[in-house]
């Protein structure tokens, strides 16, 4: 997708867009501190929750940190191997479903739910010595990626969110629970006969998921349908983490229609369309092999 290049203008850039630009970096640092003192008190990651694949001859220094979507759990071992095979060390996790931090009821806080997440995520790299990563995130693990990178700039290199939560703007608890149990689920139905899907095993995963932890899936999804992500995208791309998007057109859950309205030249630099649904975006090899490539590009064109 290409976007229009900005006109050329000799007017002063709106006052009103930098004291926006200045609260929401304000807004950043404020929420760093206080993640700052969550990483010195709590754990928000253990050794048996972290997943490492490494690459036999690495072509990157820098690993690949790969953030699971909703009801997945974990990132499915078929996956993180293909991008291994492409010469990248990856890293992923299990994101714990025990509910470490409470929401502090503040207007324009990072919903607690998120940002254990996203601490986990943080946590993991601290923890390994790893100096930055490049990212993959699927769902709500894009989220999770974009409240790391705005609170950590400094640690990601690039990011490629697939059918990441909140690229349709603020949604509706109900729509997007119906969008994802009944419409991606129509849609899941369509492609059952797709050997890397295991229709049965997602549903049982979702299902364990949301059993561990009720309580935690409620603020989750209600979270999903509050953040702006693409004012995340726009705030990382000042700080010169590269950001990249990969859609499907048959997805259920973010219609593309709807992503294609918020996204634009000023908030991502790539954008790659496929025919997939919500689930195939990370259970079908191809899709994150392209998320790989597209990290690989973007990695080249930063030298």
Not at 62 to 82: A, D, L, N, Q, Y
Request: charged share 30%.
């Amino acid at each position: 997708m290409n976007f229009e290049q900005p006109q050329e203008s000799e007017e002063p850039k709106n006052e009103n867009i930098e004291e926006t630009e200045k609260i929401e970096e304000k807004t950043y640092k404020k929420a760093r501190e206080q993640a700052d003192i969550f990483l010195d008190n709590f754990e928000f990651s253990k050794d048996e929750e972290i997943v490492k694949v490494n690459s036999e001859k690495a072509k990157d220094e820098v690993p690949v940190f790969f953030s699971p979507g909703w009801g997945t759990r974990e990132v499915p071992k078929s996956i993180t191997s293909t991008i291994a095979n492409e010469g990248r060390n990856v890293i992923s996790t299990v994101f714990s479903r025990e509910e470490i931090l409470k929401d502090s009821g503040e207007e324009g806080d990072i919903p607690a739910a998120e940002m254990q997440k996203a601490l986990a995520i943080i946590d993991i790299i601290n923890k390994e010595g790893i100096d930055k990563v490049d990212a993959v995130g699927h769902s709500e693990g894009g989220l999770n990626l974009a409240i790391a990178a705005c609170l950590y700039p400094e640690k990601f290199r690039n990011i490629i969110f697939v059918a990441s939560a909140g690229m349709i703007g603020k949604d509706s608890y109900l729509d997007l629970v119906k969008r994802f149990a009944i419409d991606e689920g129509r849609e899941e139905m369509k492609n059952s006969n797709n050997p890397n899907v295991n229709l049965n095993k997602s549903i049982k995963d979702i299902l364990k998921h949301i059993l561990m932890n009720p309580s935690l899936t409620h603020k989750e999804i209600k979270a999903m349908t509050k953040i702006d992500f693409f004012k995340m995208t726009k705030y990382l791309k000042e700080q010169g983490v590269g950001v990249g998007l990969v859609c499907g057109a048959n997805d259920k859950v973010f219609p593309m229609e709807e992503v294609i309205k918020n996204a634009n030249q000023g908030n991502i630099d790539a954008f790659i369309s496929t025919k997939a649904n919500h689930g195939s975006l990370v259970f079908d090899e191809k899709y994150p092999l392209l998320a790989e490539n597209l990290l690989d590009n973007m990695a080249k064109r930063k030298k």
